[in-house]
C-alpha cells in the first residue's frame, strides 16, 4: 500500500533526520499496516501495549504518537493522560486510531490533549496527509519557540550592553561636572587667594619702607598716619577674602556630600521640617518675611534627614537672597502630600518668581545671577544633587516669571520605608 503513495516530505527531512513516529497498537496487523504506510518516509516504532509505549519514550522520544484506544491493562486514554503529564513529553503530538465513530468518544480523547482522530479502517492516503499536517505544526511551534528563545536572549543581551553603555555615561558626565567643578572651584577661589597675596606683598613693602625712614629719621607724624591706615585697609582687605574663601570651601563641602558618611534613620518628615525651620529662625526674625510649614503628620522615611534640612535651608536662603529685593512682605511656603507611593514636598515664595531662561540652568554648578556680590551659584546644584543622589527622587522648578518660584520634589514613598 506504502509503495503506491507519493513519497512525502517532512520539515525534519529537509534537515538533518527522519521524523519520529512511534505506533501504538495490541492488534499486531494494524501496527505491521500503520508501519508499512510511513516507513518510508519516518523513522516507525512499534509498541504493543502503553506501558510498552511509555517505556519507549524515556529513550526514544517521538515526534507524533498514533494511539490505539482500546488496549488491554492500560487504554490509550490512560497512556495519554501519563504522556501529558510528563514535562518531556506532553508537548508531543498524540493521534488516536479508534474503531470507534463515537462523538463523546472524540470529545474524550481531545479533552485529555490529542490532536487528531484517525478511524479504522484507516485510509492510507488521510493518515499519511494527517500525520504531515501534524508534525509540519509541532515543528513549525518548535521552531517559533527556538526564535522566541533566541530573541528573549538577545533582549536580555541587548538589554545588558545598554545598562552598561549607560553607566559608563553616566560615569563620563560625572568625570564631566567633577572636572567643571574644580574649574569652578580653581575659578572662584583664584580672585580672594591672589587679593591676600597682593595685600600681603605691598604690606611687606610697605613696612620695609616704614623701617628704611624710621633708621633714617624720615619718618613723619602725617607717614605714620597713613601708614597707619594703609595697614587697616589691608587687613580688612585680608579678612574678607579670607572670610569669601572659607564661604567657598563651606559650599563645596556641602556639594561634596559623601553618601555613605550621611546618617541613615527613620524620622518624621514633619519634626525634620520644623526643627529646619526653628533653626532658621534667627536668621528669618531679622527680616519681614514669613516662613509657613504645611506638613502633614505621620510622614515616616527610612532616609537622611541632614538632607532634608539641607535642601529646605538652602531654598529658603535662596528666597531671602534672590526672591524679595525692595520688598517689605513676602511670604514661603513649604508643604508635603502623600498620595499612594509618591510623597511631593513643595516649596513655594511670593517673589520675584524665576524666568525661563534662569530656570533651564538653576541646577547647573556655578550658575549665579549674584556673581562677585556673594553668590557661588552652588547652592541649588546642592539641592539637585541631593534629591536626585541621596534621596532617589526629581526635582523640578517653576520657570514661570512673575509669580513667585516653585520647587516640585517627587520622592518614591515606598523606597524611604
Ligand atoms: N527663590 C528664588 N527666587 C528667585 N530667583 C532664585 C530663587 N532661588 C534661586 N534663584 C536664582 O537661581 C540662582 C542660583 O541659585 P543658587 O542657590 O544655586 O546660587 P546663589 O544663591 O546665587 O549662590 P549660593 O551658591 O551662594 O547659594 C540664583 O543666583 C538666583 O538667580
Ligand atoms: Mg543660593
Redesign the pocket.
Known amino acids: 500500500m506504502a509503495a503506491s503513495e507519493t513519497s512525502t516530505s517532512t520539515p525534519q527531512e529537509n534537515t538533518t533526520s527522519r521524523a519520529r513516529l512511534l505506533v501504538v497498537d495490541d492488534q499486531p496487523i494494524i501496527a505491521l499496516l500503520l508501519n508499512q504506510i510511513f516507513l518510508d518516509d519516518y523513522d516507525v516504532q512499534i509498541a504493543h501495549s502503553g506501558a510498552e509505549a511509555l517505556t519507549y519514550c524515556k529513550t526514544w522520544l517521538p515526534d507524533l504518537i498514533l494511539l490505539d484506544v482500546v488496549m488491554p491493562v492500560m487504554d490509550g486514554h490512560e497512556v495519554c493522560r501519563r504522556l501529558k503529564a510528563n514535562p518531556l513529553t506532553r508537548d508531543i503530538p498524540v493521534m488516536f486510531v479508534t474503531g470507534f465513530t463515537d462523538p463523546k468518544e472524540e470529545s474524550i480523547g481531545l479533552e485529555l490533549g490529542a490532536v487528531d482522530f484517525i478511524s479504522k479502517p484507516v485510509n492510507p492516503a488521510v493518515v499519511r496527509a494527517r500525520v504531515r499536517t501534524h508534525l509540519k505544526l509541532k515543528f513549525q511551534a518548535e521552531t517559533l519557540e527556538l526564535i522566541n528563545q533566541t530573541l528573549e536572549s538577545r533582549i536580555a543581551e541587548r538589554s545588558a550592553e545598554l545598562k552598561t553603555a549607560m553607566g559608563h555615561l553616566l560615569q563620563t558626565e560625572k568625570l564631566a561636572s567633577l572636572g567643571s567643578m574644580v574649574a569652578g572651584i580653581t575659578h572662584e577661589l583664584a580672585t580672594p587667594l591672589s587679593n591676600m597675596r597682593l595685600a600681603a606683598t605691598s604690606l611687606t613693602e610697605y613696612v620695609h619702607k616704614v623701617k628704611t625712614d624710621i633708621k633714617g629719621g624720615a619718618l613723619t607724624r602725617s607717614g605714620l598716619e597713613r601708614f597707619i591706615t594703609f595697614c587697616s585697609d589691608t587687613t580688612d582687605l585680608i579678612d574678607r577674602s579670607a572670610r569669601r574663601s572659607e564661604?567657598l570651601l563651606l559650599?563645596f563641602k556641602q556639594v561634596s556630600v559623601d553618601q555613605t558618611s550621611e546618617r541613615r534613620c527613620h524620622f518624621d518628615l514633619r519634626k525634620i521640617v520644623e526643627h529646619t525651620v526653628h533653626v532658621l529662625g534667627p536668621t528669618l526674625k531679622t527680616t519681614p518675611y514669613k516662613l509657613i510649614t504645611e506638613i502633614p503628620p505621620e510622614i515616616i522615611l527610612n532616609s537622611f534627614p541632614g538632607a532634608i534640612e539641607q535642601i529646605i535651608t538652602?531654598?529658603v536662603?535662596?528666597?531671602l537672597?534672590?526672591?524679595f529685593p525692595e520688598r517689605t512682605e513676602g511670604c514661603m511656603i513649604i508643604y508635603a502630600q502623600l498620595a499612594g507611593d509618591l510623597l511631593a514636598i513643595v516649596y513655594t515664595?511670593d517673589?520675584?518668581?524665576?524666568p525661563a531662561p534662569?530656570g533651564l540652568?538653576?541646577?547647573d554648578p556655578f550658575?549665579?545671577?549674584?556673581?562677585g556680590r556673594?553668590?557661588?551659584?552652588?547652592?541649588?546644584?546642592?539641592?539637585y544633587q541631593l534629591v536626585t543622589g541621596l534621596l532617589g527622587g526629581t526635582i523640578e522648578v517653576g520657570a514661570d516669571g512673575g509669580c513667585?518660584?516653585v520647587?516640585t520634589i517627587r520622592l518614591n514613598y515606598s523606597a524611604l520605608q
Open positions: 564661604a559650599s538652602n531654598l536662603n535662596n528666597s537672597a534672590h526672591a515664595d517673589g520675584i518668581g524665576i534662569i540652568r538653576i541646577f550658575f549665579t545671577t549674584k556673581a556673594g553668590g557661588s551659584g552652588l547652592g541649588m546644584y546642592t539641592v513667585g518660584a520647587f
